[in-house]
């Protein structure tokens, strides 16, 4: 099984910065792409970053020059760095892992950016 164990969620002012990070603890064959998503309230569940097994990454428009995802394949976890963030960017983050097939789901982290 693949298990999806997210942190670094939290209460942020507007212009500050948050890291988040997924663990994935379970089974780690065939992931073609990890990556974050995000669901506010009342709004469809959308892509923030991802990042393939070859190391290319793709970011929605809305965050591009702000967030930085990165994989570390030694530990297993990837991690999105959050900078400037604005009240929009309130949401809770998904941590998601592709295997092509199927996609694997974290419980979620709360992300809530003040103004």
């Known amino acids: 099984q693949v298990r999806l164990v997210e942190s670094g969620g939290g209460l942020v002012q507007a212009g500050g910065s948050l890291r988040l990070s997924c663990a994935n603890a379970g089974n780690t064959v065939n992931i073609r792409a990890m990556g974050w998503y995000r669901q506010a309230p009342g709004k469809e569940r959308e892509l923030v970053a991802s990042?393939?097994?070859?190391?290319?990454?793709n970011y929605a428009d809305s965050v591009k020059g702000r967030f930085t995802i990165s994989a570390d394949n030694a530990k297993n976890t990837v991690s999105l760095q959050m900078n400037s963030l604005k009240p929009e960017d309130t949401a809770v983050y998904y941590c998601n892992l592709d295997r092509g097939y199927r996609f694997y789901w974290g419980q979620g982290t709360q992300v809530t950016v003040s103004s």
């Open positions: 990042i393939s097994s070859g190391g290319s990454t």
